[in-house]
């Protein structure tokens, strides 16, 4: 099951939509014109072409399963009290004591410019389930430990 906001959904949909409308046709023009061309066994171009494709299928094929198999996470029905999918979560280090503030969404969601973190990066694992005052210790994959204070917990 993959569990995805309403919005990362329907990004998903216009991006299968635009593959299947648009993409497609234009890799198919590619390939007749590069057969068109002649001799395939040393046509360059359409061996390109028919890579293009089959990745393109591919691609197609696994939206088309992501979106069969996601569930839109409804954010009325998430507790606030703890750290979950969907919260912004105020941390301080407690090292350094450097604030930051992170949302915990789905993977296919990320963007860490605004902030947006995987729930399954090492950091979003050691919030999850933590309440406002609670320390999490967090193994970083470089063997260090990072150890932060959950300061506020809201929904975006």
Do not use: W
């Not at 593959?19 to 359409?46: C, H, M, T, W």
């Not at 999850?128 to 809201?154: F, H, M, Q, R, Y």
């Amino acid at each position: 099951m993959n569990y995805v906001t309403k919005e990362g959904l329907e990004k998903l949909r216009k991006e299968l939509d635009r593959l299947e409308q648009f993409e497609r046709p234009k890799v198919s023009r590619q390939i007749a014109e590069a057969r068109d061309k002649g001799d395939l066994s040393e046509n360059a171009e359409y061996d390109a072409a028919k890579e293009a494709q089959g990745m393109l299928e591919m691609r197609i094929a696994k939206l088309k399963d992501t979106i069969s198999n996601s569930k839109v996470i409804d954010p009325s029905t998430l507790d606030t009290s703890k750290v979950s999918i969907l919260c912004t979560v105020k941390i301080k280090n407690k090292t350094n004591g450097q604030e930051m503030e992170y949302t915990l969404v789905p993977d296919n969601e990320t963007d860490l410019k605004s902030g947006r973190i995987s729930v399954n990066t090492p950091i979003a694992k050691g919030l999850l389930g933590k309440a406002v005052g609670e320390d999490a210790e967090i193994n970083l994959p470089n063997g260090n430990t990072l150890k932060l204070t959950v300061l506020e917990i809201s929904l975006q």
